[in-house]
């Protein structure tokens, strides 16, 4: 199957924040980071993420209007099951860190979003939420990354869909 450029654009697009999001979200959360940069890094990621929302609904109308025919064999199966967790996970994640937000959500300093939930024992139901839906993301994506690598070696270039 190819993918149009503007799948690919918003494929690498997505790849780019959530891998960053990810990757610099657990540097803060486990390692001792200096609080002005976990505070610059935080503020990054709220702004990015919250730019990632429109840009994912959008690329998830398109995924789910290219429908396919049912899969025919267990590894096209096991792809589109993987596939709809990582959309799934993606959803979540992305939903919980909004409503876990317990200031306003600024966006660059361009764009002020008010705090959508004010009770703060919901905030904290919604961080811890979202704390768990990043560890499940972080397997799925490692499990992802690892997929594409195993058929790339395997002499199945499956990046070059994703690429123009």
Known sequence: MCYSKTQVLLHWISAVIILWAT?????????????????A???????ITTVLIP??????????????????????????????ALY??????????????????NVFNVVIFPQPITDPQLTMSFNTAHR?????LAGLLF????AVVKHHLSGNPILKRMSW
């Open 55 to 84: 840009l994912f609904v959008v690329r998830l109308v398109i995924a789910i209007s290219n429908h396919r025919a049912a899969p025919a064999s267990g590894a096209e199966w096991a792809a589109l099951i993987a596939h709809a």
């Open 143 to 146: 499990l992802h990354i690892s």
């Open 132 to 136: 768990y839906a990043c560890v499940v």
């Open 23 to 39: 990757i610099s979200g657990f540097y803060v959360a486990l390692l001792d980071v200096p609080h002005a940069l976990a505070e």
């Open 41 to 47: 890094i935080g503020f990054f990621n709220v702004s």
């Open 88 to 105: 799934l996970v993606k959803i979540i994640v992305l939903l919980t860190g909004v409503l876990m937000m317990e200031r306003e959500i």
